[in-house]
């Protein structure tokens, strides 16, 4: 816990020094991103790491000292500071509190920080950093949501069944709306808070403002009346409604005299049309531009019903069906000054959702690679099939089309599994033309163009792949190449998944925010990604689909009526956080889950006996058990373990979970209620599925899940033995679904069975990873034996091996956030390197091996401020060297034993390098 000095003890932590600190802070975050545009909390956190001298070991930090202001000038001056926090002998950098004067709404303002080293040596302050705020009170929303005319505010109606082609009902063309107004004074900024449902686009003065797509990021908006009588019923009384706005800054926009604002608006998931979804309304808008002048005053500019709105070119959007536009309906100069609207209609006003307005503090959908093609083929004449190389989420981008007015260019996106939308486009003629849908993505490889004019070259298309913009931070090699393939292809599915700050299950057939593909991947995702503000949003959104009374936590969140699932499904309001903790080490996370984690735990056991088992049988509308609310394990090869087996199986591990989360919290006598129930849920399991002829638990995963339990020590052997037996019976494949395969290999390798994970991630033959890659996948399948969706993360959960245990390195859960790491490699089969990479809350954390015929390399980087045990293989003390050095006179090397053919290390922040002969 930080202890904050008072004003008179700043001498003794700024005590006086001959020297700068050998650390230096650096990358500033706000609310886990760096100079976020907008939050609207009173107490964001605060961050930032530290980097160390080259060649310097053993450095933490032991106070720090944070300035912030309203202006950047202030801050560098140090004065009309309105906090000056510092930290006396706190080596925490992570998810510092803001505690100074009470934030006001659509201010920015300015931070640094500077450190004090291990020697209490003083650092130079950081580079500045930035955040700016929203409205803090919900109340200082001026503007109206907006809609147009000749649309009533129902959603369009749903098909019948989820094979339904796009509806013969189509809604009409995306909306243009705009406002013109005035500048007469001096602007020196000027912000548009602003969202539209489902998604839309801002411009000014005849240009689109910002890179952000397909946005906002998903949320439950508001009430769904029918949501009770669909397929997969639920009552429509979910803890939280929401719908976030953005921010745009608009200062270097506006020009003196006459300007116009104006909107696009697409369908998005707010009005879906698909069997899959339930939909909320028609489109809407609101916006609320502050206008702040060289004198003080300000100006706001509001969405009103004297907007004026007009059909455009974008004939038809839907995000399951594709896009239609037709170039020789669009108006030149829509959104510029001075252009003539009087033949346009008024806006009407519209129903505001009944979520609440909150800050868009996620990473939005952007453009996050462009793809040149690999292969132009022509077909035949104005028909051309392009290969891109890899099955991407996004769209095309035609270029420099000339042409006749009228013609009609066709885009068939061509996915083998699941089929995508219709995306057409009309030339308007009379120069080169370039086009890209804008309100939905397809998924493909490759594309077929038809009725192109002229002749096609490659430099007229490109693929862009669209995803939320979470940067990628995780790095797996090994000189098994195919290892590195098969992470990067699930690499792939992953993004491609990845829209609206949720993960779906797939990103064609379904696009559904599912939180059992969702927590059974998450620390996969954790370990490739800075997913920090993600999975905050994410989890926020399971908190608030949960069910307050009766503690349900549903199948996706935000809710979709097509998402079918199980108990290990609504397990992800306890898996998320928990995982989100241990990863970067914020304990708020576990605080704003606590309530939800006991209610689930509280529905489970409604259909928990008096034995302690768990089978969960909840009815759909025919009052009878309902498959799709109550699945176990999903997807295996050959068959599935028992449902009640998994069921009870995340009971045990949903009441370990919330246990120690109150445990953390201080709630001591809660902590030991589910301590004491996941021992009795232990001993349960291990009391009704053991067999004793067998020795066994079973197949498919169950000996698997029993051992991640923790089977008594007496059957341990016998488990293990039918383990083995079991897994070579199958050629060496694995017989698991995705819960089992999550744990599938790091269980054996914990359990002396490492050649066999080894052995099973190295085949290629069915039911495998490497069996994908020999079809010719370039992303992780629905299905081991067919593609299904042919782009699913889901079996992601099990890749952790290669990080933790292959390369061999991982978080102690006794110091969360990497504050201790284990690195501990465990090599295996003909693999003779292996490293891996990842950011953690305090800096760039690596491990990298190599084994000779007679020495073994092993390089290790620890961040400032954190520790770590090394293992290094070794037959004795004596054959390991660190830098050249035998590690006792090595600085900053502690020995402290050999343990099971590891020479074990202690070691402090730095880069080591040793060597075993």
């Given at each position: 816990?930080n202890k904050?000095?008072?004003c008179?003890?700043?001498p003794?932590?700024?005590?006086a020094?001959?020297?700068?600190?050998?650390?230096t802070?650096v990358d500033?975050?706000?609310?886990y991103m760096k100079?976020?545009?907008?939050?609207d909390?009173?107490?964001?956190?605060?961050?930032?790491?530290?980097?160390?001298?080259?060649?310097?070991?053993?450095?933490y930090?032991?106070g720090w000292?944070?300035?912030?202001?309203?202006?950047?000038?202030?801050l560098?001056a140090g004065?009309?500071?309105?906090?000056?926090?510092?930290g006396?002998?706190?080596p925490?950098s992570?998810?510092?509190?803001?505690a100074?004067q009470p934030?006001?709404?659509?201010?920015k303002?300015?931070?640094?920080?500077?450190v004090?080293?291990?020697?209490?040596?003083?650092?130079r302050?950081?580079?500045p950093?930035?955040?700016?705020?929203?409205?803090l009170d919900?109340s200082?929303w001026?503007?109206r949501?907006i809609g147009?005319?000749?649309q009533?505010?129902?959603?369009?109606?749903?098909?019948?069944?989820?094979?339904?082609?796009?509806p013969?009902?189509l809604?009409?063309p995306?909306p243009?709306?705009?406002?013109?107004?005035d500048v007469?004074?001096?602007?020196?900024?000027?912000i548009?808070?602003?969202?539209g449902l489902g998604y839309?686009?801002?411009w000014l003065?005849?240009?689109k403002?910002?890179n952000?797509?397909?946005?906002?990021n998903?949320?439950?908006y508001?009430k769904?009346p029918?949501?009770i009588n669909?397929?997969i019923?639920?009552p429509d009384?979910?803890?939280?409604?929401?719908?976030m706005?953005m921010?745009?800054?608009l200062t270097g926009?506006?020009?003196e005299?006459?300007?116009?604002?104006?909107?696009?608006?697409?369908?998005g998931?707010?009005?879906?049309?698909k069997?899959w979804?339930?939909?909320?309304?028609?489109?809407r808008f609101?916006?609320q531009m502050?206008?702040?002048?060289?004198?003080?005053?300000?100006e706001?500019?509001?969405?009103?019903d004297?907007?004026?709105v007009?059909?455009?070119?974008?004939?038809?959007?839907m995000?399951?069906?594709g896009?239609?536009y037709d170039?020789?309906l669009?108006?030149?100069?829509?959104?510029?000054?001075?252009?003539?609207?009087s033949?346009?209609?008024?806006?009407?006003l519209r129903?505001?959702?009944?979520?609440?307005l909150?800050?868009?503090?996620?990473?939005?959908d952007?453009?996050m690679?462009?793809?040149?093609?690999?292969?132009v083929e022509k077909?035949?004449?104005?028909?051309?099939?392009i290969?891109?190389?890899?099955e991407?989420?996004?769209?095309?981008r035609l270029?420099?089309?000339?042409?006749?007015?009228g013609?009609?260019?066709n885009?068939?996106y061509l996915?083998?599994?699941?089929p995508?939308?219709?995306?057409t486009?009309?030339?308007?003629g009379?120069?080169?033309e370039?086009?890209?849908?804008?309100?939905?993505?397809f998924?493909?490889?490759?594309?077929e163009?038809?009725?192109?004019?002229?002749e096609?070259?490659?430099?007229?298309v490109q693929?862009?792949?669209v995803?939320?913009?979470?940067?990628t931070?995780?790095?797996?090699t090994?000189s098994?190449?195919?290892?590195?393939?098969?992470?990067r292809?699930w690499?792939?599915?992953?993004?491609?998944?990845?829209?609206?700050?949720?993960?779906?299950?797939c990103?064609?057939r379904?696009?559904?925010p599912y939180?059992?593909?969702g927590q059974?991947a998450?620390?996969?995702?954790?370990h490739?990604?800075?997913?920090r503000?993600?999975?905050?949003k994410w989890?926020?959104?399971?908190?608030?689909?949960?069910?307050?009374e009766?503690?349900y936590?549903?199948n996706?969140a935000?809710?979709?009526?097509?998402?079918g699932?199980?108990v290990?499904?609504?397990a992800a309001i306890s898996?998320?956080?928990?995982?989100?903790?241990?990863?970067?080490?914020?304990?708020?996370?576990?605080?704003?889950s606590y309530d939800?984690m006991?209610g689930y735990i509280?529905y489970?056991?409604?259909w928990?006996d008096e034995k302690?088992?768990?089978f969960s049988?909840a009815?759909?509308?025919?009052?009878?058990?309902?498959?799709?609310l109550?699945?176990?394990?999903w997807?295996?090869?050959y068959?599935?373990?028992?449902?009640?087996m998994?069921?009870?199986?995340?009971?045990?591990?949903?009441a370990?979970?919330?246990?120690?989360?109150a445990?953390i919290?201080?709630?001591?006598?809660?902590?030991?209620?589910y301590s004491?129930?996941a021992?009795?849920?232990?001993a349960?399991?291990?009391e009704?599925?053991?067999?004793?002829?067998?020795?066994?638990?079973?197949k498919?995963?169950?000996?698997?899940f029993?051992?991640?339990?923790g089977?008594?020590?007496?059957?341990k052997e016998?488990?293990?033995?039918a383990l083995?037996?079991?897994?070579?019976?199958?050629?060496?494949?694995?017989?698991t679904?995705?819960?089992g395969?999550?744990?599938?290999?790091e269980?054996?390798a914990?359990?002396g069975?490492?050649?066999?994970?080894?052995?099973?991630m190295?085949?290629r033959?069915?039911?495998?990873?490497?069996y994908w890659?020999?079809?010719?996948?370039?992303?992780s399948?629905?299905?081991w034996?067919?593609?299904?969706?042919?782009?699913h993360p889901?079996f992601?959960g099990g890749?952790?091996?290669l990080y933790?245990?292959?390369?061999?390195m991982?978080?102690d859960?006794?110091?969360?956030?990497?504050r201790h790491i284990?690195f501990?490699?465990?090599?295996?089969?003909?693999v003779t390197?292996a490293?891996?990479?990842?950011?953690?809350p305090y800096?760039?954390?690596?491990?990298?091996?190599e084994?000779?015929n007679d020495?073994?390399?092993?390089e290790?980087v620890?961040?400032?401020?954190c520790?770590?045990?090394?293992?290094?293989p070794?037959?004795?003390?004596?054959?390991?060297t660190?830098s050249?050095?035998?590690?006792?006179?090595?600085g900053?090397?502690?020995f402290?034993?050999?343990e099971?053919?590891?020479?074990?290390f202690?070691?402090?922040?730095g880069?080591y390098?040793?060597?075993?002969?």
């Amino acid at each position: 816990m930080n202890k904050i000095l008072v004003c008179a003890l700043l001498p003794v932590i700024l005590s006086a020094c001959s020297e700068e600190a050998a650390i230096t802070p650096v990358d500033l975050t706000c609310e886990y991103m760096k100079d976020p545009v907008l939050i609207d909390i009173p107490d964001p956190k605060l961050s930032w790491i530290n980097i160390a001298d080259e060649g310097d070991r053993g450095q933490y930090q032991t106070g720090w000292i944070i300035h912030v202001a309203k202006s950047k000038e202030a801050l560098l001056a140090g004065t009309n500071l309105i906090w000056t926090g510092r930290g006396f002998r706190d080596p925490q950098s992570v998810n510092i509190k803001y505690a100074g004067q009470p934030l006001e709404s659509g201010q920015k303002y300015w931070w640094r920080v500077r450190v004090q080293d291990r020697k209490r040596k003083i650092s130079r302050w950081s580079e500045p950093a930035c955040w700016q705020t929203g409205f803090l009170d919900p109340s200082e929303w001026k503007a109206r949501w907006i809609g147009v005319p000749w649309q009533g505010e129902e959603a369009l109606p749903k098909p019948s069944g989820p094979g339904a082609k796009m509806p013969a009902e189509l809604p009409p063309p995306a909306p243009l709306m705009r406002k013109p107004f005035d500048v007469n004074k001096k602007v020196t900024r000027a912000i548009a808070y602003t969202t539209g449902l489902g998604y839309f686009e801002l411009w000014l003065n005849g240009s689109k403002i910002g890179n952000d797509v397909l946005v906002p990021n998903q949320t439950n908006y508001g009430k769904r009346p029918n949501l009770i009588n669909e397929n997969i019923p639920l009552p429509d009384n979910f803890r939280e409604y929401r719908v976030m706005y953005m921010a745009y800054d608009l200062t270097g926009h506006l020009v003196e005299g006459s300007n116009a604002v104006g909107a696009i608006l697409g369908n998005g998931f707010y009005n879906p049309a698909k069997y899959w979804c339930g939909a909320y309304g028609s489109p809407r808008f609101i916006m609320q531009m502050h206008i702040t002048y060289e004198d003080g005053s300000e100006e706001l500019i509001v969405s009103d019903d004297t907007w004026k709105v007009s059909k455009g070119p974008i004939l038809m959007d839907m995000v399951f069906y594709g896009e239609h536009y037709d170039a020789r309906l669009e108006i030149p100069g829509w959104c510029s000054p001075g252009f003539d609207d009087s033949g346009w209609q008024n806006a009407v006003l519209r129903k505001a959702p009944e979520g609440k307005l909150t800050a868009h503090t996620a990473q939005p959908d952007r453009i996050m690679e462009v793809l040149d093609p690999v292969k132009v083929e022509k077909l035949e004449e104005g028909k051309y099939k392009i290969d891109f190389g890899q099955e991407i989420s996004g769209w095309v981008r035609l270029k420099d089309i000339s042409g006749e007015a009228g013609r009609k260019i066709n885009i068939s996106y061509l996915q083998p599994f699941s089929p995508n939308g219709e995306n057409t486009y009309i030339m308007k003629g009379g120069g080169p033309e370039s086009y890209n849908a804008r309100f939905t993505w397809f998924v493909f490889r490759e594309v077929e163009i038809s009725n192109w004019p002229r002749e096609l070259s490659a430099s007229q298309v490109q693929a862009e792949a669209v995803y939320t913009a979470v940067e990628t931070t995780g790095k797996f090699t090994s000189s098994n190449k195919m290892l590195e393939d098969i992470n990067r292809i699930w690499w792939r599915s992953q993004t491609d998944n990845m829209h609206g700050g949720i993960a779906s299950d797939c990103p064609n057939r379904e696009r559904s925010p599912y939180t059992g593909d969702g927590q059974v991947a998450c620390v996969t995702v954790m370990h490739n990604f800075d997913a920090r503000a993600f999975y905050r949003k994410w989890i926020d959104d399971i908190i608030g689909a949960s069910n307050e009374e009766t503690g349900y936590v549903p199948n996706g969140a935000p809710w979709q009526p097509g998402c079918g699932g199980g108990v290990a499904w609504g397990a992800a309001i306890s898996i998320m956080p928990w995982e989100f903790y241990l990863h970067y080490g914020d304990e708020q996370i576990l605080r704003d889950s606590y309530d939800a984690m006991k209610g689930y735990i509280r529905y489970m056991l409604t259909w928990t006996d008096e034995k302690g088992i768990m089978f969960s049988q909840a009815p759909g509308r025919n009052g009878k058990p309902l498959r799709w609310l109550n699945l176990g394990d999903w997807v295996a090869p050959y068959a599935l373990p028992p449902d009640k087996m998994v069921h009870t199986f995340y009971l045990w591990r949903c009441a370990d979970i919330t246990s120690e989360t109150a445990k953390i919290l201080g709630h001591s006598d809660e902590a030991e209620q589910y301590s004491t129930l996941a021992e009795r849920t232990k001993a349960a399991f291990m009391e009704e599925f053991w067999d004793e002829t067998s020795g066994s638990y079973g197949k498919y995963g169950a000996n698997i899940f029993a051992l991640r339990m923790g089977v008594p020590e007496d059957r341990k052997e016998r488990v293990l033995k039918a383990l083995k037996s079991d897994i070579e019976a199958n050629g060496g494949h694995l017989d698991t679904g995705i819960f089992g395969t999550q744990f599938f290999f790091e269980v054996l390798a914990e359990n002396g069975l490492n050649e066999l994970a080894y052995g099973a991630m190295n085949l290629r033959t069915m039911p495998s990873y490497g069996y994908w890659l020999e079809q010719g996948a370039t992303t992780s399948w629905e299905h081991w034996d067919r593609g299904g969706s042919g782009n699913h993360p889901m079996f992601g959960g099990g890749l952790v091996w290669l990080y933790r245990n292959l390369a061999g390195m991982k978080a102690d859960p006794g110091f969360p956030g990497y504050r201790h790491i284990i690195f501990r490699p465990q090599p295996a089969g003909d693999v003779t390197m292996a490293s891996y990479s990842n950011l953690t809350p305090y800096g760039k954390c690596s491990v990298k091996w190599e084994k000779g015929n007679d020495s073994f390399l092993m390089e290790t980087v620890v961040p400032v401020g954190c520790r770590a045990t090394v293992y290094v293989p070794a037959e004795n003390r004596s054959s390991v060297t660190e830098s050249g050095k035998k590690p006792a006179a090595s600085g900053g090397v502690k020995f402290k034993g050999m343990e099971e053919g590891y020479a074990v290390f202690k070691v402090g922040s730095g880069h080591y390098s040793f060597i075993s002969k």
